[in-house]
């Protein structure tokens, strides 16, 4: 395969702020389904014509900075210590109160951090949550906060899915990328507890130079795990992130199409966060497959056409502030003196990112760009320009009525 893509001398944007996000995400249902008091599954927010532009999908609430993880990747910079800005529990509620004003069905709360076991008040929040009718899932960290008697009261409380990283196939890989030796067969642990205690899980991997050639290897482990969704995190230069490298191009084509082969034989669905370029590659091979139009958006991939960075997402920083992704960070409010609702469907920044016809360069003039997209925190991270294209997609888009490659 080949190399890794360096990032362009002076290509960070100044901005930097304590970015996003967590779990299970991008439009696939869990098979939870409905809950008591008429809260729908994960993905009841359906898009028109691929734009959500009444409500996000999905809201990731970072509720805390702090966690006992030090992961060399670490978007958030998460540190040991609860940041003294955070929300308190009653701006919780009021989030949530929020949440509300987007009208039925309601957007799903995703509950992330840092690690929001970090939270005493975190089955306070998730019950307050249900109560409201709001969906919750939960991405924690895989630490000794994790109990199976605090997972039994996150899933009381109404928690309906969870998810958990695993970068590496060995301890020796996944520790060196956590900070912390034990992590690796803590996850496994909690992947136990997730089963014992009814709680769907998916399992999130990070995709860089050094986690590609471990991928089968996570591949064949995630058959043990009884996962029902296997997210693939491609690497966002942002945060602790920018040390690391991204796969190439190339490669990362390589890489969708084989986890669609896989896709295809795998017990539990697949998906990619923050490379949506895998929906064009997936589209392409299903269509080549023979399946039609209807056929290709029943899938679980053609469910999440359209979601990405505020389109469908949007994201509430440990200290109120507001981003269309926690990978993005571009804060267009803050919940402590802005209303949720009016940002996210008013605010140049989110109204920008769900308007594809602005969108610049190869991404501007792709065929797929209402289904892609595109990574827009890719984008911004590369060129300071969120409506530029998404420098890790290789896709040429045909000009004039010729085939693109
Ligand atoms: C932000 S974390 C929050 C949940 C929890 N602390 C954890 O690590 O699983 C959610 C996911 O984002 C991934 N992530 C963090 N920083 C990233 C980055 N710079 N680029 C891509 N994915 C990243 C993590 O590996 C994790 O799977
Ligand atoms: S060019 Fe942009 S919109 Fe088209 S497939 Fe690639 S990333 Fe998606």
Redesign the pocket.
Known sequence: MDQAIERPAGGRPAAQASG????PSGGQRAPSGGHPGGIGPVGSVRPEGYVYARAPMLVYWETTLS?G?A?R????E?IPDRAPDELTTQEGFTLLDQILGFGRPYPHVVF????PLRRPDLETLVAAATERGIGASL???ATAEMTPERLRALKAAGIQTM???L?GSTAERHDAFRGVPGTFEMTIRAAGWAHETGLPLQV???VTDETLPDLPAIYALMHELGIIRWSL?????????TALREISPADSEHLNHWLYDRSKEAPFAIKT??ATHYRRVAIKRMTADGMDEAAIAATSVGRGFGVRDGNGIMFVANNGFVFPS??LPLPTGNVRTDDVVALYREHPVFTGLRDTSAFKGRCGRCPYVQVCGGSRARAFAWTGDVLEADPLCPFVPPVDGERGH
């Open positions: 996003q996000a967590g779990a966690c993880l992961c990747h670490c978007r958030a998460a992330t951090g840092g690690d991405a924690p960290s998810s958990l990283s970068d999130n991997t990070l995190f491609f690497l966002i230069s942002v945060g602790r992130g966060t923050e926690g990978f």
